[in-house]
């Protein structure tokens, strides 16, 4: 066995507990405590896309409270899904800089043997929580 393999085997054992911690903490999550974890260094803590980080990005991460009031007034549920779990990109994302989250969130457990609830779980809250941070159109 290589030096290499062998260093990358003791990684991978010695960071299997921080995977399980990882998993137990995001599981019981809120929309807002997964926004604050995931989003909030980008597009901010009320979603106005001015996170600390944003600055340093060529393309200023969209204002995420008025995703609604660009669509008429109907929140967009499946595009911001999409865009969560990484199924789709709009044009502002560019070349895929906003990660994709649904593959993180795979570490989370909900105590469902079903792989993919806890997923579309955890990813249903985050978009509910960004329904609820819309602007109104009077606003």
Request: overall charge neutral; some cysteine; hydrophobic content about 35%.
């Amino acid at each position: 066995m290589t030096r290499s393999v062998r260093l990358c085997l003791l990684c991978m054992l010695a960071l299997a507990p921080v995977a399980e911690a990882f998993a137990e903490e995001i599981s019981q999550y809120d929309g807002k405590q997964l926004y604050s974890r995931f989003c909030a260094s980008c597009h901010g803590d009320k979603g106005e896309g001015n996170g600390p980080v944003a600055p340093f990005f060529k393309l200023t991460p969209p204002d995420l409270t008025l995703l609604a009031k660009r669509r008429g007034g109907e929140f967009p549920t499946e595009d911001v899904r999409g865009i969560i779990d990484g199924r789709n990109y709009k044009g502002p994302h560019g070349t895929r800089n906003m990660p994709i989250w649904g593959m993180e969130l795979r570490f989370a457990d909900t105590g469902n043997s079903d792989n993919q609830q806890p997923v579309e779980t955890l990813i249903e809250r985050l978009v509910q929580y960004l329904r609820s941070i819309q602007k109104s159109s009077a606003q």
